[in-house]
């Protein structure tokens, strides 16, 4: 029953061990002080002089008020789970959006991935169908244009989203994740045409594919896909089986029920098609235990790991281990997330991983890799030790451990708010039981996000929650948060926010942040892949080194936009910066101006 499986949860991570070994240890010491090898004392104690504990006062979070702007926006999108009492899994999972610029007019649009009515139980409400794509008007003004952007009438019970110009010809296209086949369109312009068939990108009818994300594997200059598949889903398999709530009735059941999945790989041929070379690449990860299919995937991204100039993989699954798929530069993966340490948590437990993000979130060597998990479980921060080439988690030191544990984290991403160089990280939560309070107490459905700011490596707290006070009392509003995604929308130099909840509308939030240095870098390619997808650039300042690269894939079945901004309050002057390309070229700037768009190309 799902109140079973909540409840196993509830007691992973007790330390009982930890706390044996403190009090093993205490009793320890206080023998060791009692007993002398000397038959005789020395004639003078000797003084010893203890330096006094003096922990460096606790940073606070500054003030920057996130304004709650959604009915300014005249979006009118709502979400559709298709929900009528069967509780069938995927309406749980929620949709994904895409923060992108689709007519290249300098102003970043946004696009939401719906579900449907379930075609066997259509329901009365309208439907407007699974794509709603909004463009920016300006001044925190959108129009819908899902129709006359060729979009219109798509009817796919949709999951997520990923943005990537796969025929570099400067429009971004789009991949639409499904339960059921799988949908690519490519941007003509402004218009979209539907080239699924064409691309071969589908999938398997009785698919259910979730997080997805375009990557050069191979450094060719073409866009590659990585797709996630989640479960082995059907109605009548869902059916089949009596998830109970106590005393209430039917209830969504865990994905531990359906069976695991392999991912899709897709090479692009640079001729407007795909070949699946899943299988040969080595994406096809089994169960040791079992022989079976392994994979139960929710967030993927794609991100350098060991630095040598390859994108890897860090893929994230519910219930069953992490996987990092290591690029072994021939074309094919390494599957080494045991190996690595990212597979499960410090006791050896898979958990119920859902949202992920990648960076040098401490602006040093140390790659951070967080993802959110399911409730009475914390979010995860694994760090790569490059000494040692081996992840730990941290998420108990950094101080996100603890005040995620009760929350159910869908989205989770780095970002830098408040633009003063140092990454912050942001959790979009909600349950997926409605009825989930009637049988725990500590938990609601709705749940607010939390936003924790870097207070940097030397702070007593590595990361501290940000109170109402500070960050204002509308963005800590209880959701049933699922997908998020950032961009300046205002193009005022910061970064807004954009967050999507089951079955209620989605939210824009307006960052307000006062002082503003910061550099804001968008890639054109030439060698490499037009938007620089896989990029890395390195910007040296009076006080930092700060390390970013580009991407759209982060979080939670979304996409945010690919201009990369880096902040710069309190960083002093910038003294260099430095582009490493996809292509192997390495490219100075001698040019740059603060506080403005900069567009760098490949030479």
Not at 22 to 51: H, I, Q, R, Y
Not at 155 to 167: E, I, L, N, S, T
Not at 226 to 247: A, H, I, P
Not at 447 to 473: C, I, S, Y
């Amino acid at each position: 029953m799902v109140s079973d499986q909540l409840n196993k949860k509830l007691w992973r991570g007790v330390p009982w061990v930890s706390g044996a070994v403190v009090a093993g240890g205490l009793g320890l010491a206080v023998v060791l002080s009692l007993w002398n090898p000397f038959s005789k004392p020395p004639e003078t104690k000797p003084v010893v002089s203890v330096p006094q504990f003096r922990p460096s006062p606790p940073r606070e979070p500054p003030v920057v008020i996130f304004h709650d702007v959604t009915e300014k926006t005249g979006v009118d999108y709502v979400h559709v789970s298709g929900a009528y009492g069967e509780k069938l899994l995927p309406e749980t999972m929620g949709d994904g959006c895409a923060a992108f610029d689709y007519d290249n007019d300098g102003l970043c649009d946004i696009l939401f991935v719906s579900g449907m009515p379930w075609p066997w139980h259509p329901v009365p409400a309208p439907y407007h169908g699974s794509l709603r794509l909004y463009k920016n008007l300006g001044n925190w003004r959108f129009r819908e244009v899902t129709e006359e952007a060729g979009l219109g009438g798509v009817r796919v019970y949709g999951m997520g989203v990923a943005v990537g110009d796969v025929d570099n010809d400067g429009w971004p296209d789009l991949f639409i994740t499904a339960v059921g086949p799988n949908r690519f369109y490519r941007n003509n312009k402004g218009h979209f045409i539907d080239a699924t068939e064409e691309a071969g990108v589908a999938g398997a009818e009785d698919a259910w594919s979730t997080a997805a994300t375009f990557f050069d594997y191979d450094r060719d200059g073409s866009l590659d896909l990585f797709v996630g598949n989640y479960v082995k889903w059907s109605r009548e398999l869902d059916l089949q089986q009596g998830f109970q709530l106590v005393g209430l009735g039917r209830a969504y059941g865990p994905p531990l029920s359906f069976g695991a999945t392999f991912p899709y790989l897709y090479h692009n041929r640079g001729d407007g098609t795909f070949e699946d070379v899943s299988e040969k690449a080595g994406m096809h990860v089994k169960n040791p235990a079992t022989g079976g299919r392994l994979a139960k995937t929710l967030g993927v991204r794609a991100v350098d790991v060991n630095q040598d100039g390859y994108p890897d993989l860090v893929v994230a699954n519910d219930t069953v281990q992490n996987l990092l798929f290591l690029n072994r530069r021939d074309g094919t993966f390494a599957e080494m997330g045991l190996e690595k340490g990212i597979a499960f948590d410090s006791d050896g437990h898979a958990r119920g991983a859902m949202g992920i993000d990648a960076a040098f979130y401490r602006n040093d060597p140390c790659l951070g890799v967080v993802i959110g998990n399911f409730a009475n479980e914390m979010s995860a921060l694994y760090v790569l030790d490059p000494h040692v080439a081996l992840f730990t988690d941290e998420a108990v030191s950094s101080g996100i451990g603890p005040l995620t544990r009760p929350d159910l984290t869908f989205a989770t991403f780095f970002w830098d708010y408040d633009l003063d160089g140092r990454l912050d990280i942001l959790s979009v939560n909600g349950h997926v039981e409605p009825e989930i309070s009637r049988v725990q107490s500590t938990q609601q459905f709705a749940q607010p996000m939390r936003l924790f700011w870097n207070a940097g490596p030397d702070a007593v707290e590595e990361f501290v929650p940000t109170p109402a006070d500070r960050v204002g009392k509308e963005f800590l509003q209880p959701l049933v948060g699922r997908g998020a995604a950032y961009a300046d929308f205002d193009n005022d130099g910061d970064l807004d926010l954009v967050v999507t909840q089951i079955d209620r509308p989605a939210k824009f939030f307006e960052n307000s942040l006062a002082s503003k240095h910061f550099l804001r870098l968008r890639l054109v390619g030439r060698k490499s892949n037009r938007e620089g997808i896989g990029a890395w650039m390195e910007v040296q300042t009076e006080k930092a080194v700060l390390r970013r690269d580009v991407t759209r894939t982060r979080g939670y079945l979304s996409q945010v936009e690919p201009i990369v901004t880096i902040g710069l309050n309190g960083l002093g002057e910038v003294k260099k910066i430095s582009i490493f390309w996809p292509s192997g070229l390495v490219q100075t700037l001698s040019q740059w101006r603060e506080n403005e768009l900069l567009t760098v190309e490949e030479p």
